[in-house]
């Protein structure tokens, strides 16, 4: 064999073996990702939808549905750690640039991982949710046998004929949207353009929903934490909490010692009782935690912590608002999407390794903030998903929405400025992302409600918190009588 030609096999066992070796790790983020999800699943799921104790049928159709949300909520966590992990591999690879043991780690490795997040994403929500809804939902056409197969084939009807409804209402929107003949013809193009087009369609409302919902979870964030800490003696008096407790469990224990079984309502009567007892013994336990917590823990974890919120809150403010005047200043700010993910040539923060672990602090506060103000919000708060007891179809909500949330946040990150990476593959496609006016009016309506909602969260609870320290809400509340003016007669 020429030496050239064994260059030339050398070269393509080497891209082979680069890519077999990208599988690989694909393959195992993916599985380790996946068994997170079902363990996180399995902690909320109803159990009684999943027993063939009534029909075995049902328990089949679930636990198939119940894979397909795993997967969902596996490429929901996929889709937020993208970002994250393609900011510290690039600063992995600036500090270590010639070592050996990171050379798997590289543009083509972050390219293939966009890209299969991506195609998952679109895959997840335009057939695996609305699968798994109507695959529960079904019965099989009338006068078919009864069997999953049956439910299959419905459910594969119903899906084909809400994917034409939708496709035709994008097609329609497009020919709205653009209406010359370049567009008309690129509207024939199903891959090219059409799932590019949708999903861009699906990345904007997922946008426009985290702009709705970060700002609020940013404020809510500081009345969560407070609930979760140990407030300092001088905001909350647990030792009065607990015996007021104490004596109302007490008291309630009495009861049900001392009450009879004479009638029907009275058994009843009972019963309530029983619940409020086992409320008021949880929440008994719950203080009694919180009172047994050091005093390093109350007095310096709960300011701390708030600090830290504060802190961050207030550093993603003011870079969106560095970012707004980027925006009129240098083109450069705009984000687009690049198809060669150049890893370790430069870092994407000024500061170097220091400003990329703070914008990856940023970027997961930023989605915590967002789940936050998504399940806090009066439209979703009946999708929280309670322990031991979430129907399925709860769940499958609760996925779809995890997801939308979760695709959109790279474009999120890049939007606000909050990261210099740019978007590689196709979410850099999106048709709205090259426009001026979407761009800088969605930076200013994030750091406008972000900024509204902070004041506004912040001086009720300091309001309320002085209140409360200085025994204010004690106070009894000023009655005003009213005379009733009686009819002459």
């Not at 060669?340 to 903030?369: E, P, R």
Request: hydrophobic residues 50%; glycine residues 6%; positive net charge.
């Amino acid at each position: 064999m020429a030496p050239v030609e064994q260059d030339a096999l050398a070269v393509r066992e080497q891209l082979f073996h680069e890519r077999v070796r990208e599988c690989i790790i694909c393959a195992l983020l993916f599985a380790s990702l996946y068994i997170l999800c079902h363990f996180i699943i399995t902690h909320f799921k109803k159990h009684t939808d999943f027993t063939a104790v009534h029909d075995d049928e049902d328990a089949a159709v679930n636990r198939i549905a119940l894979g397909l949300c795993t997967f969902t909520l596996a490429v929901a966590l996929g889709a937020v750690l993208l970002l994250p992990f393609s900011i510290i591999s690039n600063e992995v690879l600036l500090s270590f640039p010639q070592n050996y043991y990171i050379q798997w780690l590289n543009g083509s490795l972050i390219h293939g991982l966009w890209n299969l997040v991506f195609l998952f994403s679109n895959m997840s929500l335009v057939f695996l949710m609305p699968f798994a809804y109507f695959f529960t939902e079904s019965e099989g056409f009338a006068g078919s046998k009864k069997g999953i197969m049956a439910r299959v084939y419905e459910t594969s009807v119903v899906l084909l004929l809400l994917t034409l409804l939708v496709l035709g209402m994008v097609w329609v929107a497009s020919a709205i949207v653009g209406n010359d003949a370049a567009s008309r013809q690129s509207l024939y193009d199903l891959w090219e353009y059409y799932l590019p087009y949708l999903y861009s369609c699906i990345s904007l409302f997922g946008v426009l929903l985290l702009l709705l919902c970060t700002p609020f979870g940013l404020s809510t964030m500081f009345t969560v934490t407070g609930k979760l800490l140990v407030k300092p003696r001088l905001l909350e008096d647990l030792d009065e909490q607990l015996s007021c407790t104490r004596f109302e469990e007490a008291a309630v224990s009495h009861r049900i010692r001392s009450a009879g079984k004479a009638s029907c309502w009275l058994n009843l009567d009972m019963e309530m009782l029983r619940e409020q007892f086992f409320a008021i013994r949880s929440k008994r336990r719950k203080l009694e935690l919180r009172h047994r917590a050091s005093p390093w823990q109350r007095n310096l974890g709960y300011p701390l912590a708030m600090l830290g919120l504060l802190a961050l809150t207030g550093i993603s403010v003011l870079i969106v608002c560095f970012h707004v005047l980027e925006l009129l200043l240098d083109d450069a700010a705009m984000p687009r999407g690049i198809q060669d993910a150049s890893l370790g040539q430069v870092s994407f923060s000024i500061f170097g390794s220091f400003g990329a672990a703070l914008q990856v602090v940023l970027i997961f506060y930023l989605m915590l903030s967002s789940v936050v103000g998504f399940y806090s919000s009066p439209l979703f708060t009946r999708l929280l998903p309670e322990r031991q007891d979430t129907p399925l179809t709860k769940i499958i909500g609760n996925c779809v929405s995890l997801l939308v949330l979760s695709s959109a946040l790279p474009v999120f990150s890049r939007t606000l400025g909050i990261t210099r990476f740019d978007l590689l593959g196709d979410f850099g496609r999106f048709n709205w992302l090259g426009n001026f006016y979407i761009v800088f009016l969605y930076n200013m309506g994030f750091a406008g409600l972000t900024t509204l909602c902070l004041v506004k969260r912040v001086s009720w609870a300091v309001q309320a918190e002085l209140i409360r320290a200085f025994g204010l809400h004690k106070l009894p509340l000023p009655v005003t009588r009213c005379r009733t003016r009686s009819k002459p007669s």
